[in-house]
């Protein structure tokens, strides 16, 4: 398994950190060792959100922030064209031959000196409409956390879905997990919506696999390129 | 039946070395309120702050599973430190908490802790204290506790978060220490960050607090409440009360050297060593020690030869120690998460007339950022060059 430092961006109410938290115990669930660290203002919708998610074979030691990600998520494209960020630009710190995968459905207009850093670092920056798969497989927007799930899933190649299914599950089917008192609330509503738990979990999934897909099919899997673990180091 | 009525008393010697234990992954708030779950505590006062909430929030569920006798919100942390020092008298197994401007707030009751020889536990989530205001894990609040008289541990992850917490207590109470133990770890990358952490069994808690086998007596109807008032001369500005307080500062001085060999004992020395022989060498604390890890790691791929000290206790300060570890050491940094480096102070301090390295002013990062490894691993390597 190769060593992976994840930042995550979004804003409020996306379930950025609840994704992480889906990732990082997908990972463990799968047998490699991953740790995670949300960071966040006051919790509020809109508000910038970031979480970051390490990945290794090895037992792990480093905490805190990643400011040095070879892999970067942004949920939203306020965190780019807002700045609702607290790395700014978006990219900063990451690492050359790195990729990042944003949400949206359209490439977002990036400055000429934006454009060139992300050339001379060597980023592979992929658009995947997370959103509008969301609403399509999960028929609700909130699910957009779960299609960049399945998307980053395929391009980093862990966890196998099986075991990111099984976080999924153990996210909102149970299994001790600590939600802040927002999140709890938006977990009942989400209930109400869904007449199981269950069938939540099932749209989730489906919302991942869709992503999952979508990122196969535009070859983003198959992208790795010469990056290695010494990205981490140097 | 209450479920700590279940719970088999065992010694501290089989709870922390020869009960079997399971690995769980889980935050440094649920591995402090495991550990509290197993620590037959009487009482917890707190008043909330993030990011030491979650903890004592837990530690209120705990409460209600019936774990413990008596838990409240005080009004303040003023009122939280004094309530659980009026505990702590009646020979009652105590627990606060705390995180950075809380920590500050109380800081007049924290330092009068020890001198009343006041066995209790206070777990400090650290945060930051200087305006501009921010929850962030910055670490400065730690150079005030150091001269508090408190016995202070800086715990590294979850799981120190865990032994060190579940250890505090006994130390605290043995008869030669009757002092307050202070558990510091640095808050959200620890307390709500997840880590593995191996822990005994729940249906096992430690013995109860004997206060009556303590250097000082508990409030009953044979004593008088506090010794304060017993000793009344102190409260006066005269010859009596100067020898009183030279007496009473020692005292609690010589209780924190004598908390050495059960910090030994329960907690494997005051310092860890990782690669002994190495001329460079990382001293740290807390989380840092964990960044350390891991630079270690990448300057050793990198072919270099590094090693780490982790200083486990800071009051006790581990000076034999540091000073046998550092003899051959020719290049020194010392990494910290605040502004003052008050671990580099303590380092030069000791090592002043025992050692020809170079101990460097540094790697330090302000305001609760996280210290990446490749700050650490250009200090290592800019030491390796040979100077900051």
């Given amino acids: ?234 | 039946m209450e479920k700590h009525a279940k719970q088999r008393v065992v010694s501290p010697e089989y709870m922390f070395f020869e009960a079997p234990r399971t690995r769980h992954f889980i935050t440094g708030s649920e591995a402090a309120s495991e550990a509290v779950r197993r620590a037959n505590l009487d009482i917890a006062i707190a008043y909330p702050i993030t990011p030491q909430s979650e903890t004592m929030q837990r530690v209120g569920d705990l409460f209600g599973e019936g774990f413990l006798k008596d838990y409240y919100r005080a009004e303040d942390e003023i009122g939280a430190f004094s309530a659980i020092s009026g505990a702590s008298r009646t020979g009652v197994r105590c627990l606060t908490a705390s995180s950075g401007p809380g920590l500050m707030r109380g800081l007049e009751v924290i330092a009068s802790w020890p001198g009343h020889r006041l066995p209790l536990v206070f777990l400090i989530m650290c945060r930051v204290i200087n305006a501009p205001l921010s929850i962030q894990p910055d670490n400065l609040e730690l150079a005030y506790m150091l001269n508090t008289g408190s016995v202070l541990f800086h715990a590294e992850n979850q799981q120190d978060f865990f032994d060190y917490t579940l250890a505090s207590f006994i130390i605290s109470e043995k008869c030669e220490v009757t002092l307050p133990v202070s558990v510091a770890v640095d808050g959200f990358f620890v307390t709500h960050a997840r880590g593995w952490v191996e822990m005994p069994s729940a249906e096992l808690k430690l013995p109860g607090r004997d206060c009556y086998n303590e250097a000082v007596p508990m409030i009953d109807n044979e004593n008088p409440p506090i010794r304060i008032a017993r000793d009344a001369p102190i409260q006066k500005s005269n010859f009596i009360s100067y020898q009183m307080h030279a007496a009473w500062q020692q005292e609690i001085h010589a209780a924190q050297e004598r908390s050495r060999r059960w910090i030994t004992r329960y907690m494997g020395g005051l310092l860890e060593i990782t690669n002994p022989d190495a001329e460079t060498i990382i001293i740290a604390s807390g989380s840092a020690v964990s960044q350390s890890r891991e630079a270690l790691r990448q300057a050793q791929d990198m072919g270099h030869q590094v090693g780490l000290i982790k200083i486990k206790s800071l009051r006790p300060f581990p000076v034999q120690e540091l000073r046998q570890a550092c003899q051959h050491a020719k290049r020194i940094i010392v990494p910290e998460f605040n502004c003052v480096g008050w671990l580099n102070r303590e380092v030069r301090a000791t090592l002043y007339g025992h050692t020809e390295a170079e101990i460097a002013d540094g790697p330090r990062v302000y305001g609760g950022i996280t210290m990446p490894t490749e700050m650490i691993l250009e200090w290592l390597l800019d030491a390796e060059k040979g100077g900051q």
């Fill in chain 1, 1 to 234: 398994m190769r060593r992976y430092n994840i930042r995550m961006a979004g804003v409020g109410g996306q379930g950025v950190v609840t994704a992480s938290h889906v990732l990082s115990n997908g990972v463990i669930l799968s047998g490699g060792e991953s740790t995670i660290v949300p960071f966040f203002g006051s919790e509020k919708r809109m508000a910038p959100v970031e979480s970051y998610v390490r990945i290794a074979e090895n037992q792990l030691y480093e905490i805190g922030e990643i400011l040095y990600p070879n892999f970067i998520a942004i949920f939203h494209s306020q965190v780019i064209t807002h700045g609702k960020s607290y790395t700014m630009p978006f990219y900063s710190g990451l690492k050359d031959d790195s990729a990042i995968l944003i949400n949206a459905h359209h490439p977002l207009p990036l400055s000429d000196d934006e454009k060139r850093e992300l050339c001379e670092k060597r980023a592979r920056v992929y658009y995947l409409p997370a959103m509008q798969i969301a609403l399509k497989h999960a028929g609700t927007e909130v699910a957009t956390n779960m299609a960049m799930l399945g998307a980053l899933c395929a391009i980093i190649g862990v966890p196998d879905l099986a075991s990111l299914e099984k976080a999924v599950g153990e996210r909102f089917l149970g299994k001790g997990f600590v939600a802040s008192g927002g999140t709890a609330s938006l977990d009942k509503a989400m209930e109400k919506q869904f007449t199981h738990k269950f069938e939540l979990v099932q749209k989730n999934m489906e919302a991942i696999h869709a992503a999952y897909d979508f990122a196969v099919q535009h070859g983003w899997a198959q992208a790795h390129s010469k990056e290695s673990d010494l990205a981490c180091i140097k």
